[in-house]
């Protein structure tokens, strides 16, 4: 272990989910009616989404891309850190996924206190083309991990200096140093963390949060 680091067990991750501001009511019968539809649970943790949420409203963001809605649980918990006029703009390639995400957002009724979530339904390489250069504050990558690379450059591109690109999945499922890990998408996400630490023009890190949350500031 570094100097002046702690190892953190699932001990230390059960007592920050205990101490972690609640997820609210919302959002926790959307994970139950996913689950009901066959929606695969892979959304991001509470304690996760509570940290993007202090993090958008350090960054004062009112535009925020995300690609992978899934469900639109973290969409949704990120408009309620935006302000009045702000918006996700988030993609999702599966039309199921789609539009679960798009009723739940309905019924999120988030325009009146916060910011308002838009659901692009396509693949987020040609999705994320038609975003205008220094159209966001932030971005957040959840999905095809193969695909990080690329949507790695489009959000340089796409969101302005001083904005913050988070990424998910940085440990690899639990899986980063297995031998032989099981999870097809692995080495995608081993190799894409090389790329990430390469990047001269972000200040990054990853945060030992959920399954590790790539943080990084566009400089
Ligand atoms: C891990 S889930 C996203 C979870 C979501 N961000 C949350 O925390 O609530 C990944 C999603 O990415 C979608 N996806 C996979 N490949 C994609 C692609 N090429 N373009 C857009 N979405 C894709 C999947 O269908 C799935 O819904």
Known sequence: MSENSTLVTERHFEYIRQR???????????????????????????????????LLRAACAREVIEVGTLAGYSAIAMARALPVGGRVRTIELEPK?????????????????????????????TVLEGFEACSADAAFLDADKASYPLYLEHSLRIVRPGGLIMVDNAFAFGQLFDDKPSDREAPAVRAFNEHMSRQSGLQSVIVPIGDGLWVGVVL
């Open 20 to 54: 972690t501001t609640p997820e609210d009511k919302l959002l926790a019968e959307l994970k139950l009616a996913a689950r009901a539809k066959g929606i695969p649970p892979i959304w991001v943790a509470p304690e996760q989404a509570s940290l993007m949420q202090i």
């Open 97 to 125: 996924h789609a539009s679960f995400a798009r009723e739940w957002v309905a019924k999120a009724d988030l325009a009146e206190h916060c910011g308002r979530v838009e659901v692009y339904e396509g693949s987020g390489a």
